[in-house]
């Protein structure tokens, strides 16, 4: 049981390149969220998905994609990089089926862009 | 609504005296109340979290919460730090749809 899977762990990017974030979980989990962590700034909700092909926005989604089409994949897509979206970037699940079920978070990737 | 208020930015405790956290929520709900502990350079790992079932809540390497309706506080305690405590803090509620709302955190240092 691994919990939640991030890749990369970093990842440098130059200005107008994409890419994309991994995350997996294999706890079964219908709910997963992916967070944005600046220094000093809490995590801000990027976007957050209630269960395979469902997908909706959080607090920050511009400049970003995701997709759901596994219950264990929740790939977060970054089309036009920009200096803004240089921060620390956090997967996480929980489970919607129980009571004040936690969120379970992922390492981290740590992203640059230059 | 619900939000959370992170009372203190920073606090600085020697090792092997008290730390106190605080945290007061706003919510509309009965609340479900977490914290988290971040150490640099690592994910979020749950510390504790309400359940409704004790208003006092004990959670991992020591911490306790204590959740107060009267004054919507669910503060961090534990009774004496370690150097291993020093970290940041979270407080975060979540409502009925599974939406969750973090403070802005608490940076702790233990003072050897």
């Known amino acids: 049981n691994a919990g939640v899977t991030q890749t990369p762990k970093f990842r440098i990017l130059k200005i107008g390149q994409s890419m994309t974030l991994q995350c997996a979980q294999d706890?079964?989990?219908?709910?997963m969220y992916w967070y944005r962590q600046d220094p000093g700034m809490g995590l801000k909700l990027i976007y957050y998905?209630?269960?395979?092909?469902?997908?909706d926005k959080g607090e920050v989604p511009n400049g970003y994609n995701v997709s759901r089409s596994t219950t264990e994949d929740f790939p977060l897509r970054l089309e036009l990089a920009a200096p803004s979206q240089t921060s620390v970037y956090f997967c996480?699940?929980?489970?919607?089926?129980?009571?004040?079920?936690?969120?379970?978070f992922g390492n981290g990737t740590r992203l640059t862009v230059t | 609504a619900q939000s959370v208020t992170q009372l203190d930015s920073h606090v600085s405790v020697s090792e092997g005296t008290p730390v106190l956290l605080r945290c007061n929520y706003s919510?509309?709900?009965?609340?479900?109340l977490f914290w988290y502990v971040q150490h640099p350079n690592k994910g979020l790992q749950l510390l504790l979290k309400y359940t409704s079932a004790a208003t006092l809540v004990k959670g991992i390497n020591g911490f306790e919460a204590e959740f107060k309706k009267s004054e919507t506080s669910f503060h961090l305690t534990k009774p004496s730090a370690h150097m291993s405590d020093a970290a940041e803090y979270f407080c975060?509620?979540?409502?009925?749809?599974?939406?969750?709302?973090f403070g802005t955190g608490t940076s702790l240092t233990v003072i050897p």
């Open positions: 998905s209630v269960g395979a092909g469902i997908t």
């Open positions: 996480a699940s929980s489970y919607s089926g129980q009571a004040n079920s936690p969120l379970h």
């Open positions: 706890m079964n989990h219908n709910y």
């Open positions: 919510s509309s709900y009965s609340p479900s």
């Open positions: 975060v509620v979540s409502d009925a749809g599974n939406q969750f709302y």
